[in-house]
């Protein structure tokens, strides 16, 4: 996205050192503290304190109009745009912006996408809790969020001197010390190169190789199914799929544009036979699970 100028320069936030120890609802408050009172509806709340973002860096209505101009035309979007009128609403009538532009005033503000969701009470460190309380039972993808990288999270930092990588260990007993590492340099990993799926709990059809409630590791590169090759079946290449409907993860035999389903031979479920890529394709194939062994 090219680069965004409004004007002015942007002492106060060029100024500003963020402290690791801290989250972004922390170093919001830090950069615009606001006093909320519990009975003002959120939306008012935000507006108040998006308005007051805008004075402390001595912005103008039509400054940040001009800079939302600018991010609509790089993007090709008008959506994109916050004209003075709509600044107006959302800033003083409780108005809640598009998920555009709320992505504008955030890039105009200088703030992370998560601190301009949090003026209006949404945290997305807390992503996973609420998924721990919505659980999907089907077979799905999984997904990320590093959040402010910034925001440090406790890594094993020194292993016992007499690890030893080929044999198995209690891990817990293995770290000597633990440390803080920031969310933003598990980034310079190479997550690209895998992708995670989760084997829902009504899901049996590699079981007991894979149980329900699963985590695989899915190497993207490796789409070709392999129909033979393999001595046993903890051999036999696992692949995870994505149809119409639904998440699969089994073995798979290829003829042509026939592609068949081959569940494990404990499993209740049966072979089946879709075309693809009309009825799916296959996501990758399965390099890794963590798996529970005891429920």
Known sequence: M????????????A???????????????????????????????????LRQ????????????????????????????????????????????????????LAVVYQLSIEEALAAYGLEV?????????????????????LGDPHRTIRFPMRFDPGFQPEKTIFLSRLVESWGEIPVGLLATLDFR?????????????????LRPGSIVQIDGARTRVVNQGWLNESD?????LELRYSYECCWCHQRGRELTLVPHPLSPHGPRT???PDEGEILGQVVGVAMRLVK
């Not at 190169?193 to 190789?209: H, Q, S, V, W």
């Not at 036999?236 to 995870?240: A, H, M, V």
């Open 53 to 104: 973002m805008r004075e402390r860096l001595n912005l103008t209505l039509r400054e940040v109009e001009e800079a939302s101009l600018e991010i609509a035309e790089a993007e090709h979007n008008s959506d994109f745009v916050v004209s003075i009128a709509r600044l107006n609403q959302i800033e003083n009538d409780g108005s809640l912006p598009s998920i555009y532009k709320l992505y504008t």
């Open 236 to 240: 036999r290449p696992i692949y995870f």
């Open 125 to 145: 460190g807390r992503m996973e809790e609420h998924r721990q309380r919505a659980p999907v039972p089907r077979t799905h993808l999984l997904s990320v969020e």
């Open 193 to 209: 190169k895998f992708r995670y799926g989760y084997i829902g709990l009504e899901d049996n059809t590699m079981a007991p190789l």
């Open 2 to 13: 090219a680069n965004v100028g409004v004007g002015r320069s942007r002492p106060f936030i």
């Open 274 to 276: 879709i075309r693809v």
């Open 15 to 49: 100024g500003v050192q963020r402290d690791s120890s801290t989250d972004f609802r922390t170093m919001a408050d830090a950069q615009f503290p606001l006093t909320q009172t519990p009975s003002e509806p959120v939306a008012l709340r935000a507006g108040f304190r």
